[in-house]
């Protein structure tokens, strides 16, 4: 096996036993990212010169005897993670010269560790799609099929791992954004627990609903850079003072005894048969292991998208207000005055997409309007959590498709922003209700393109799904498969 081709685990110990050099591991990664990038187009920025002087500080570390498990790995970061002195543009045109004066709370935890980071991840801009066709910086290609999206926002981050441009990815996760793409590009993908990663130093979207998260080869890399992020940080208001379980030493606990829980309004018309066929041979799969299935119902799953559509882009209108030119980023050159040259900034600064939802979530939020849709679907949040703890008293985990399809193709859907929309339909609900869901390799379509199936937790149940997640992977083969490129 080439060393880009990796797992964290895999690499871990090679390095451990000295068998090769990070900065070995660090140059066949670039190599590899220069070779396929052409093809795929999953980074913003590939941090060349830092990450071999990262990987020779990493060295250093391990012929001391200091070998983390992150230590020495070539890690890639979506483009919305602050990383100081390496541009983040959020795949924005108004932050496109943006240089950060500081790390967020899970890079510098990553640093601390002691990553080689490669490199900055395509993505949606402002992570605002499902399809990596936002970005200002074009568009990241499926490595499997390179005619088709890698789904998004978190396109690069998923990209990146299926043609192995880098060891780990993170991603974020606002209504599916790491699950998503992980699913079309054949990666596990985690979106924790609301509260359990801290969000400092993240480009904020919808801030209630906003993740951080891993996108990885196996279940075991997921719960080791869960583990490396996971936790309270002062500096986030919003993440939870609980302590973080050791995710790896779980793993093999198997799923003898659990009773997993099949949401009947997932199980719908629309689901592409091979998903479905996908989804069911990994209920078949999980009773031979001894887990056990009840039908539940979320009864308000009908209402998840447009509610999230409301709150999602009310908040971004709030966010978003700050990219203003004044600031930071991108300032209009032609304006005359000081409203001309927001107008300007703002008009030159922001793709379509971002617009459209700027304008929605304003709309939502004016006066006259804030109770009939904002304050409307506040409440229809709270019954769709509500949905999801009722079925948690019957059971530990559900098990979904991720999305109704494979990959479509690109431009398929820029056209009609609804039907991109929808595709979020079996991920959203999850973030509405705070709780995690993670993404897994269950089955590849006749075209060529990965399935994934969804599991879903209880609040900070990542345990449990990390757990299930790993018996599926270890009684089947669909993680070994690789994208041909
Ligand atoms: N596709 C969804 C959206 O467009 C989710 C994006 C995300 O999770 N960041 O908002």
């Known amino acids: 096996m080439e060393l880009f081709e990796l797992t964290i685990h895999e690499l871990h110990e090679k390095l451990k036993r000295k068998e090769v050099s990070s900065v070995e591991a660090a140059r066949a990664v670039l190599a590899r990212i220069e070779a396929v990038e052409p093809q795929v187009h999953a980074f913003i920025t590939v941090t060349a010169k830092e990450a071999l002087q990262d990987a020779a500080a990493a060295d250093k570390r391990i012929a001391a005897g200091d070998v983390d498990l992150l230590t020495g790995i070539p890690i890639a970061l979506k483009d919305i993670f602050l990383t100081r002195g390496v541009r983040t ?90 699950r998503q793409p992980a699913s079309h590009c054949g990666c596990v993908g985690l979106k924790p627990t609301y509260g359990r990663v801290s969000r400092y130093g993240v480009i904020a979207y919808a801030s209630s609903l906003d993740q951080v998260g891993p996108v990885t080869r196996d279940v075991t890399d997921c719960a080791i850079l869960l583990e490396a992020v996971a936790g309270y940080d002062p500096k986030d208001s919003t993440s939870v003072n609980l302590p973080v379980p050791d995710y790896v030493r779980g793993l093999a606990n198997g799923v003898k005894g659990l009773k997993i829980g099949l949401p009947k309004e997932y199980f719908i018309a629309g689901l592409d048969p091979e998903v479905k066929k996908a989804v069911e041979a990994a209920i078949a799969t999980y009773r031979s292991l001894g887990a056990e299935f009840v039908e539940i119902s979320l009864p308000h799953t009908d209402y998840a998208v447009a509610t999230y559509y409301l709150i999602a882009t009310a908040e971004a209108s709030s966010n978003l207000a700050r990219y203003d030119g004044v600031r930071y980023g991108h300032r209009s050159a032609e304006a005359k005055g000081l409203v001309e040259m927001y107008a300007k900034t703002r008009a030159e600064g922001f793709g379509m997409e971002v617009k459209r939802r700027i304008m929605l979530g304003t709309y ?122």
């Open 89 to 178: 543009t959020c795949a924005s045109r108004i932050l496109e010269n943006f240089i950060p004066p500081y790390d967020g709370t899970c890079v510098a935890k990553l640093r601390e560790r002691g990553m080689v980071l490669v490199g900055k991840l395509n993505q949606d801009e402002f992570a605002m799609g499902s399809s990596t066709e936002s970005s200002h910086f074009g568009v990241t290609r499926n490595p499997w099929h390179t005619d088709y999206i890698p789904g998004g926002s978190s396109g690069g981050s998923a990209a990146a791992i299926a043609a192995q441009q880098a060891t780990a990815t993170l991603g974020t996760d606002t209504g599916g954004s790491i």
């Open 364 to 485: 939502a939020l004016s006066s006259g309007y804030y109770d009939a849709y904002y304050i409307k679907a506040q409440k229809v949040r709270t019954l769709i959590m509500h949905d999801f703890l009722k079925a948690f008293e019957q059971v530990d985990l559900l098990l979904t498709p991720v999305a109704p399809t494979p990959a479509f193709k690109i431009g398929e859907k820029t056209s009609d922003p609804l039907q991109m929309y929808l595709s979020d339909i079996f991920t959203i609900p999850v973030n509405l209700a705070g709780t995690c869901g993670i993404s897994v390799p269950a089955g590849i379509s006749q075209q060529g393109l990965p399935i994934g199936m969804q599991l879903i937790g209880k609040p900070f149940g990542e345990e449990t799904i990390l757990r299930a997640a790993y018996a599926f992977e270890q009684a089947t083969e669909w993680h070994r498969q690789k994208a041909k490129i």
